[in-house]
């Protein structure tokens, strides 16, 4: 029986042939032919233009996410109040939006206020004053206050 389908397979094979040049009818396929030849062009050429799309901008994604914004005078001091007031058993910290940047002796002072809930669960408001020293391109705090 095996005989009879790869006589007809045969058969099939050279009835798509063109008279003229002795070869395949651009319009048909080899009867064993792949899938990859089955798959019609538009989705050869979209589908991987998708996927590499796809991986650049996951990629670009991870590397913005990993990039950290440089450190301000501001940023220095919201942090270091933060851990400050972390340390003390202190939550639901927020440092005020718009602090004050003023220069004294050669640092940046930093003021403004601060909100948090204490461990007993009371609100806390407080002023803050940081004192920041930048040398060339690194900055540290030198001082950070608290005070009601």
Do not use: F
């Not at 003229?20 to 319009?27: A, S």
């Not at 990993?66 to 400050?84: K, L, N």
Request: hydrophobic residues 40%; proline residues 5%.
């Amino acid at each position: 029986m095996q005989h009879t389908d790869d006589a007809a397979s045969r058969t099939a094979y050279l009835a798509a042939m063109t008279p003229d040049t002795g070869r395949l009818d651009p319009g048909t396929s080899e009867p064993n032919s792949g899938w990859l030849a089955r798959t019609p062009l538009w989705a050869r050429i979209a589908v991987p233009v998708v996927v590499i799309a796809g991986g650049a901008a996951v990629l670009a994604a991870v590397v913005a996410a990993g990039a950290q914004p440089p450190a301000t005078v501001e940023s220095m001091c919201r942090s270091t109040i933060v851990a400050t007031l972390e340390s003390r058993g202190h939550s639901e910290i927020e440092v005020s939006r718009s602090l004050k940047i003023t220069e004294a002796d050669g640092a940046q002072r930093v003021s403004g206020t601060v909100t948090s809930v204490d461990d007993s669960g009371r609100a806390d408001h407080a002023q803050i004053r940081c004192v920041v020293r930048v040398d060339g391109d690194t900055m540290h705090v030198v001082s950070a206050r608290l005070s009601d």
